[in-house]
């Protein structure tokens, strides 16, 4: 139900209601006057009459101008005259002899020695006040007509101030949640309505703003998403991949790898050898975060790979060559790995002529982020020892699953700045 006519059914019948009921206490009003007048009619004539003992010409004179029914003379000798109170009397309204309701009026009449010698009488018949008073009610009902009129009309020209803003801004309102922000609502009206389109206007302006941040905040997170997600593909492509694709049996290597919002890219590749007694390894870690860095990455790698640039393009890199001929182990780069010795169950010393190695001997490289993680390579040498020294003789799954379950425990006590990279290595055939 609109609000127009809300307020039509609310406050119609009640000033209906009210007018009609001041239009009933003005009738009963205005008829208690209108007796009240003829009955003043009444005494005037009479007490007039009494006192003037008129010709029937005046009396007919005095009649026609009071408008009453009948004056006249009532002798003493006037059967049941003693009935009659011989003061100026009205009497209630009566029937008469013809059938007519009247009210008559009494005075005495005074000779000259002051002895009451007769009545004066007037007479009205009711019907002269019935019309007084109809053509009274007939006023009184055409201006509470015309009242109501002027009021249902003033309650109209109200309902349709307030409900006309107020529809608009149910409009506005449906505009907005459709999705049009940032228009203005022009309202006029009432003081209340003003405001509460200023406050949808600011509502709408404060939406307007927060929708195109969204959208901005939503565009941006797609776009890192969409290079995030880049990022981890070209991630497994340069590192899980290749270690899936090799088929060497001179070592098997595990992954252990723990991602950070901000990727860096880490390479291991293994450059098949003319000498099947060479078995070659080859990791590089990208300079920047992201995809960019590993884009960057991988083009110099394919460069270096082609010939066009040595080994330092590459920035931090490490290369291993296992001579199984010889059983040595040769290091070249920015990285020194740990080599675990299966035998004598502890890590072999640096040497640039290369370590001789054996059967079941584990290898192990890493990136920079583990060194952050553990801020002190000698903390990470301490890790790997001791669970190598439990664990290495059952091979290299449970090796590595152990150090999963090490590393695990670390990351989830500190927030990771970079990616953890640890690749295990385990010496098939040496």
Request: proline fraction near 4%; hydrophobic fraction near 45%.
């Given at each position: 139900?609109?609000?127009?006519t ?8 009640t000033?209906v ?11 009963y009003n ?7 007048g003829f009955q003043?009619?009444?005494?005037a004539a009479v007490?007039?009459t ?7 010409e005046?009396l007919k ?17 006037t059967?049941n005259?003693d009935?009659?109170?011989?003061q100026?009397?009205?009497t209630p309204i009566y ?9 008559t ?12 010698s007769?009545l ?9 006040i ?12 055409i201006?509470?007509?015309?009242t109501?009129l002027?009021?249902?009309a003033?309650l ?11 529809a608009r801004l149910?409009?506005s309102a449906l ?9 203005s609502i ?7 309505i003003?405001?509460?389109a200023?406050?949808?206007?600011t509502?709408?302006?404060?939406l307007?703003e ?5 959208k901005?905040n939503?565009?941006?997170?797609e ?17 899980q ?8 049996d001179?070592v098997a290597?595990?992954?252990?790898t ?15 050898q003319k ?11 990208a300079?920047?975060d ?13 460069l270096?790979?082609e010939?066009?640039y040595e ?5 931090q890199?490490t ?9 040595t182990l040769?290091?070249?780069?920015s990285?020194?790995?740990?080599i675990w ?31 952050t ?9 301490e890790?790997?020892?001791k669970?190598?020294?439990?664990f ?9 699953a ?6 695990s425990?670390?990351?989830r006590r ?10 295990s290595?385990?010496?098939l055939n040496?």
């Open positions: 139900m609109k609000i127009r809300r307020l039509l059914l609310f406050l119609l019948p000033l209601c009210s007018i009609a009921l001041v239009s009933i206490l003005l009738s205005w008829y208690r006057e209108i007796v009240e003043t009619r009444l005494k007490i007039t009494a006192m003037l003992q008129p010709s029937e005046t004179i005095i009649r026609d101008r009071l408008e009453v029914t009948d004056l006249y003379h009532v002798p003493l000798n059967p005259i009935t009659i109170p011989k100026l009397h009205i029937k008469a002899k013809d059938g007519n309701k009247v009210m009026g009494f005075a005495p009449i005074h000779d000259s020695n002051g002895h009451i007769g004066m009488a007037a007479d009205i018949n009711v019907s002269l019935d019309n007084k008073f109809h053509e009274s009610l007939y006023l009184i009902l201006c509470a007509g015309v109501i002027i009021v249902v003033t109209f020209v109200i309902a349709n101030k307030i409900s006309i803003p107020v149910n409009n505009a907005i949640a459709a999705g049009q922000y940032g228009e022009p309202v006029r009206g009432p003081k209340e003003v405001e509460l200023n406050t949808l206007n509502m709408s302006e404060c307007h927060n929708i195109n941040r969204l901005d939503s565009f941006l997170r776009r890192m998403y969409g290079e995030y997600e880049s990022a981890m593909l070209l991630q497994h492509m340069m590192l991949k290749n270690i899936d694709d090799c088929r060497s001179a290597v595990k992954s252990i723990f991602f950070s919002e901000s990727p860096r890219g880490l390479l291991l590749d293994f450059p098949k000498d099947s007694h060479r078995f070659l390894i080859h990791m590089a870690e300079e920047e992201g995809f960019e860095g590993m884009y960057q990455l991988l083009t110099k790698y394919k270096f790979q010939g066009a080994s330092t393009i590459l920035g890199n290369t291993l060559l296992l001579d199984r001929s010889t059983s040769k290091i070249q780069g990285h020194e790995p740990f010795s299966l035998s004598q169950k502890q890590f072999y010393s640096p040497s640039e002529n290369g370590i001789v190695i054996e059967s079941g001997d584990y290898l192990f490289l890493f990136n920079r982020g583990l060194i993680l553990y801020q002190d390579p000698l903390r990470l040498k890790l790997l020892s669970v190598l020294k439990v290495a003789a059952e091979g290299l799954e449970t090796t590595a152990m150090l999963h379950k090490e590393l425990f670390a990351t500190k927030e990771l700045e970079e990616d953890i990279h640890l690749l290595f385990q010496i040496a």
